[in-house]
């Protein structure tokens, strides 16, 4: 529920804010056309679908915990996507926005680090490779 | 017993496989089937320690217990977002 091959609508995920919301912040997650200096043509998604709607619902919980006020809804899309195609949203709405920025952030760091999802970049001069954050952050 | 083991992403590849069926002694740990894995596929070899893993939908670490039936996962470094 959490994950979808389609393409991801933000609009129609700000739409589902409350009328007690006062802060609604949304992070849009979306291909570039570069990573680390390469040229790149887009992206595969590959998750491990079961236990990764099990860790995201994990995440919301601990979310739910820290600001209960907030709420939080994350969108991750997997397959094949394009130059500019939005991969992941996050929608944090809460009755003021400092609780709903600090959520949102929260919880697209926290997927980033726990959630089993892997993706390939597919370069500019046809090939390709999985994105290891591990050793980006050790250069 | 029998464990299910998944492979993701580029553990898949590297295997050239997505799931197996593993028998493994009773009272087996995460990290008994890791080491197994190091002495059977070159690409594990390499590593100077065991990536994260998970049983039965959740991280484990290598003490963790088997149980028959258990689904086990050896996850790469993860990248969503």
Known sequence: ?139 | MTVKVLYFASFREKTGRDEERRQVADGARVGDVWAALVREVPHFAAFLKMPPAAVNLEYAGPDRLLREGDELAFLPPVAGG
């Open chain 1, 1 to 139: 529920m959490h994950l979808t091959h389609e393409p991801i609508d933000a609009a129609a995920l700000l739409a589902r804010a409350r009328s007690s919301d006062g802060g609604v912040c949304v992070f849009v997650g979306v291909v570039r056309d570069e990573n680390e200096g390469r040229s790149t043509t887009g992206i595969e998604y590959e998750a491990y679908g079961s236990m990764a709607e099990a860790e995201i619902g994990r995440l919301l919980a601990a979310l739910a915990q820290t600001w209960p006020q907030v709420r939080v809804e994350i969108v991750h899309r997997l397959g094949r996507l394009a130059i500019g195609d939005a991969s992941v949203a996050v929608l944090a709405t809460a009755p003021h926005r400092a609780e709903a920025f600090a959520a949102c952030r929260e919880a697209i760091d926290r997927l980033k680090t726990t959630v089993p999802i892997w993706k390939k970049e597919f370069y500019r001069d046809g090939s390709s490779d999985w994105v290891d954050p591990t050793r980006a952050a050790r250069h």
